[in-house]
C-alpha cells in the first residue's frame, strides 16, 4: 500500500516507518522538523529511512492549509498515519498555542485531505491522557473520557471527536490509538527515560515526581508499531449494535473505532529507574517531589479489544525494553 505518515522523524513515526517498508509498503513520510527537540536526532532518524527502497520525505506543516491541500491533491494514499503532533503535558502548561496549531488546526488539515483523496482508512495517535481525572482502572476505551487534566489531553481528546465527525458525515474510516507511556532506542530527550539516564551518566540528580509513586503502563516502541501496523489492516465498520441511549465512547454507528495500545501491566516510577540503575551500572541521586501539574499518578491500559480484534497485546517486560534503549542510547551518544 501507499501510506503517508505524518512526523515520519518523530519517534514513533521513525520506528512505524521502519517497519511499514520492511513488509513492502510505499511510505510517504511527512515532518515539519521542528526544534522541540534536537533537531539532529530528527535528522538522524530520517537518514536511517532515506537510505531505504520506496520511502519519500516531504518537509512540511500539518497547520499550513494550503500546503496541505495540495499535498493531497499531488498523492493519492490507501491510508493516512497521523502521528504528528505538539507532544508533552509539561510543555502545554507554558506553550498553550503550540498545541493548538499542531493538533487542532493540523488534524483538521489531514481530516480534509483525507476526506476530498478518499484515503480508505485514517489511523490516528491519540494518548492515554484522554483518560484524565478517571480513577476506575484499567482504563477502557469504553469509558466516558470528559475530564482531561491538561490542554494536550483536551487536544487528543478533539481529535478523537473531530475524526468521529468526519467518520459520521463523510464515511472516513478512522481509528483512533490511545498510546500508554512509550519508551524505547530512539526515545525522544523530553521524555523520562532519556532525561533519567543522561542526568545519572553525567552524575546529575533526578526528578522523581510523586514521590516514585506513579505507576506507568511503560509500553515498548516494538510493540507500539506492531500495534499499529495490525491496525492499519483493520479498517473499522460501524458497530451494529450501538445505541444512542447508552452510547459507547469506543465505537460508533459510523466506521470509528479507538484502541488502547498499552502495557497493561503498569509499574511503579521507583521500580523504572531501579531497573535503569541495573542497566547503567551506576545509581541515581533522587529528588523526591511531590506530583506536577497535569500528571495523573497512574495510567493503565485494558487492551481486550484490541487483542480481540487484531490478535495482539504488547508484552515486553521493561527489563528488556530498558536495556535494549540504554545499549541505543551509549553508542548514539559514545557514552
Known amino acids: 500500500m501507499k501510506i503517508l505518515v ?6 514513533i513515526g521513525f520506528h512505524l516507518s521502519k517497519a511499514l517498508l520492511a513488509r513492502g509498503d510505499e511510505v510517504v513520510g511527512l515532518d515539519n522538523l521542528n526544534d522541540y527537540y534536537d533537531v539532529s536526532l530528527k535528522q538522524d532518524r530520517l537518514t536511517q529511512l532515506k537510505d531505504k527502497p520506496g520511502f519519500n520525505f516531504y518537509k512540511l506543516d500539518l497547520a499550513d ?42 488534524f483538521v488539515n489531514v ?12 489511523v490516528f495517535a491519540s494518548s492515554s491522557s484522554v483518560y484524565g481525572a478517571n480513577t476506575k482502572i484499567p ?6 473520557v470528559d475530564h ?40 525522544r530527550p523530553d521524555m523520562a527515560l532519556f532525561m533519567f539516564t543522561k542526568a545519572i551518566l553525567a552524575g546529575e540528580p533526578i526528578n522523581v515526581f510523586n ?12 510493540d507500539i508499531v506492531e500495534g499499529v501496523v495490525r491496525v492499519i489492516d483493520k479498517i473499522p465498520e460501524p458497530n451494529p449494535n450501538w445505541s444512542g441511549d447508552n452510547p459507547d465512547p469506543g465505537t460508533s454507528l459510523a466506521p470509528y473505532k479507538i484502541y488502547n495500545i498499552g502495557n497493561n501491566q503498569p509499574v511503579e516510577l521507583i521500580r523504572f529507574i531501579e531497573v535503569l540503575e541495573s542497566c547503567l551500572g ?7 517531589m511531590p506530583i506536577q501539574p ?23 517486560p521493561i527489563e528488556v525494553g530498558i536495556k535494549h534503549f540504554v545499549n541505543w542510547y551509549r553508542a548514539y551518544y559514545h557514552g
Open 148 to 187: 482531561p487534566v491538561s490542554l494536550y489531553a483536551a487536544s487528543k481528546k478533539a481529535n478523537e471527536l473531530m475524526a468521529h465527525t468526519y467518520s459520521h458525515l463523510y464515511h472516513l474510516p478512522t481509528t483512533g490509538l490511545r498510546f500508554f507511556s512509550v519508551y524505547g532506542p530512539w526515545g
Open 211 to 222: 514521590y516514585g509513586k506513579m505507576r506507568r503502563d511503560f509500553t515498548y516502541v516494538d
Open 111 to 122: 481530516l480534509e485531505g483525507c476526506r476530498h483523496s478518499k484515503v480508505k482508512h485514517l
Open 6 to 11: 505524518t512526523g515520519a522523524a518523530g519517534f
Open 294 to 316: 497535569g500528571d495523573v499518578p497512574v495510567n493503565y491500559a485494558n487492551v481486550d479489544d484490541l487483542e480481540n480484534d487484531v490478535g495482539f497485546k504488547p508484552n515486553t
Open 282 to 288: 551506576k545509581s541515581a541521586e533522587k529528588n523526591m
Open 65 to 106: 492549509r494550503p500546503a496541505m491541500a495540495n499535498f493531497f491533491t499531488n498523492h493519492n494514499f490507501d491510508v493516512v498515519v497521523n502521528l504528528a503532533a505538539q507532544a508533552g503535558v509539561r510543555y502545554s502548561l507554558s506553550n498553550p498555542h503550540a498545541y493548538v496549531d499542531s493538533n487542532l488546526v493540523g
Open 139 to 144: 482504563f477502557s476505551v469504553h469509558d466516558n
